[in-house]
T-cell receptor
């Protein structure tokens, strides 16, 4: 158990579906992140939230829509995805905001398959 | 842009020492971090270097040379459980999140 919980662990969805990934952190952190991990590629930063405010959007397509209702919860809403969006989506959190050099604490990820 | 380079695979035997190198290109530099990820698991933080030199934490050490834009992770007394992927990561601009390398898969055999 990592202190950062992601649900679901696995998700299969069609290209016309709408689904959401959920992340919850129990560490009292105030920065939360979405990363995408594909085979043979580096972890790609998608979004950053500091104190519930989005501070980074790394040129992510609009079919991915993040939501951060409070410092403990982060969602990634998915719609009209493409097969190349199939990947492991990792949520992370850190203390003292994203700018500080505090380590990232990752969840176990959601393995997404788009058919 | 920002980029990091590290070897894709390294193999070693139990008890050996392995060094995983990382070179980076960033517009600025705010520290080099290392993370470990076991197959099917979450990446976990190993070490952080902001200044030049060696940082030691048990069997693992991390080194940084800012003038060479280079660092490495040194793993000693290798154990089977050290088989995992190892990622270097940098923060290249103030106020931004970490950017990761592609990772090095370490396989330890008996």
């Amino acid at each position: 158990e990592t202190g950062v919980t992601q649900t679901p662990r696995h998700l299969v969805m069609g290209m016309t579906n709408k689904k959401s990934l959920k992340c919850e952190q129990h560490l009292g952190h105030n920065a939360m992140y979405w990363y995408k991990q594909s085979a043979k590629k580096p972890l790609e930063l998608m979004f950053v939230y500091n104190f519930k405010e989005q501070t980074e959007n790394n040129s992510v397509p609009s079919r991915f829509s993040p939501e951060c209702p409070n410092s403990s919860h982060l969602f990634l809403h998915l719609h009209t995805l493409q097969p190349e969006d199939s990947a492991l989506y990792l949520c992370a959190s850190s203390s003292r905001g994203a700018a500080a050099n505090s380590p990232l604490h990752f969840g176990n990820g959601t393995r997404l398959t788009v058919t | 842009g920002q980029s990091l380079e590290q070897p894709s695979e390294v193999t070693a035997v139990e008890g050996a020492i392995v060094q995983i190198n990382c070179t980076y290109q960033t517009s600025g530099f705010y520290g080099l971090s290392w993370y470990q990820q076991h197959d099917g698991g979450a990446p976990t933080f190993l070490s952080y270097n902001a200044l030049d030199g060696l940082e030691e934490t048990g069997r693992f050490s991390s080194f940084l040379s800012r003038s060479d834009s280079y660092g490495y992770l040194l793993l000693q007394e290798l154990q089977m459980k050290d088989s995992a992927s190892y990622f270097c990561a940098v923060r290249g601009q103030a106020g931004t999140a970490l950017i990761f390398g592609k990772g090095t898969t370490l396989s330890v055999s008996s």
